[in-house]
């Protein structure tokens, strides 16, 4: 009788730490990534301007885009998995007609790894294989990117994605 009383205790402890030390976990995770979000110099997506350069306009060209990310972590727990998924339309009127056509003409995902709690730091994303249309086109042409970044935080219990939707980068 004594002993299944002590066991009792000692389950009921255990279960009690268990239940506090996961509650401590999700209130800290919660908090440092509200913190982490609510100053919006935490994460800047382009960080310092980004870059469209093309030899000739063309569906023969060579393009390349370099957006930077800049990132600062100033939470309890590292940023796991931290990914830029980046897709670039492009709207023209096309030599045939003179309508309007928008097509993806790159869409891709990049990931850095992991960003230390404490740590900052600006992350390159570069594309270079693009989807041009086959066709001619006519200027003007517009391009417009949609962005996502996007990170496991606080033991990988939270998941938060920022979307940049129709950036205006022609």
Known sequence: MRTARVFRWIMRIFILLLTASLSVVTIL?????????????????????????????????????????????????????LELDFSLEMEFN??????????????????????????SGVFEFNATSFTVPSFHFLEPYEFRANITVSAYYSLDLILFEIHIIDLDIS
């Not at 100053?39 to 063309?58: C, E, K």
């Not at 056509?101 to 850095?112: L, S």
């Open 29 to 81: 995770g919660g908090l440092s990534a509200v913190n982490i979000l609510s100053d919006p110099n935490n994460i800047q997506v382009p960080a310092q301007g980004y870059s469209i350069t093309s030899n000739v306009i063309g569906p023969n060209d060579t393009w390349y885009v370099n957006v930077p990310i800049g990132i600062n972590n100033v939470g309890y727990f590292d940023l796991n998995n």
């Open 94 to 119: 096309s030599t045939g007609d003179d309508s309007i056509h928008n097509t993806t003409i790159y869409n891709d995902v990049q990931n850095f790894g992991n960003l230390q709690r404490g740590s």
